[in-house]
């Protein structure tokens, strides 16, 4: 398989496992993946873009997919949370050797960064609150996400050296 056509497929099963995951989870626990404080289990997926680009795009695919395809989402949550995915993975990859003892804390930070303050605003838009209890909110089920299910995912992937098999 040529390199690009890896890339695509890497990134289309990437987004369709971010979108699949998150329905998955708001129909086992409704609400969980959408609201202030959600745990959005498909965040933990952001890892992957410590392994290959094509999780840039695929995780801002995958979340741009679910956004349209919930009937909760708004509008403005489309562009704002697939923004807010699409640059959290580009500066995890971007920082994915910016490690400690080798473990990238800063990267598995960025998503809550990126999306406490875009879908912080955003929340802040639509229902009020005050934009940093809004932030905060977001920040906090994000961090859960990532520094607990994340890095289980992230060392799960480097034990099983997949992404030597998978992403090389």
Wanted: hydrophobic fraction near 60%; aromatic fraction near 12%; include cysteine.
């Amino acid at each position: 398989m040529n390199k690009r056509t890896r890339y695509l497929v890497h990134a289309a099963i990437i987004a369709a496992l971010y979108a699949v995951v998150t329905h998955l989870q708001n129909l086992i626990l409704p609400g969980s993946a959408t609201w202030m404080i959600q745990l959005r289990i498909s965040e933990a997926l952001c890892v992957l873009a410590f392994f290959t680009p094509a999780a840039i795009p695929g995780l801002a695919l995958g979340c741009l997919v679910f956004n349209i395809t919930y009937a909760a989402a708004l509008p403005l949550d489309f562009v704002i949370g697939s923004l807010a995915t699409l640059l959290a993975a580009l500066g995890m990859w971007l920082t994915r050797n910016w490690q400690i003892k080798g473990y990238p804390l800063f990267g598995m930070l960025l998503p809550a960064l990126t999306n406490a303050i875009l879908v912080g605003w955003e929340l802040s838009v639509y229902i009020g609150g005050g934009f940093w209890i809004n932030a905060l909110y977001v920040a906090i089920g994000e961090a859960i996400v990532l520094l607990v299910l994340g890095s289980v995912l992230y060392y799960a992937v480097k034990k099983r050296h997949l992404d030597q098999k998978l992403f090389a």
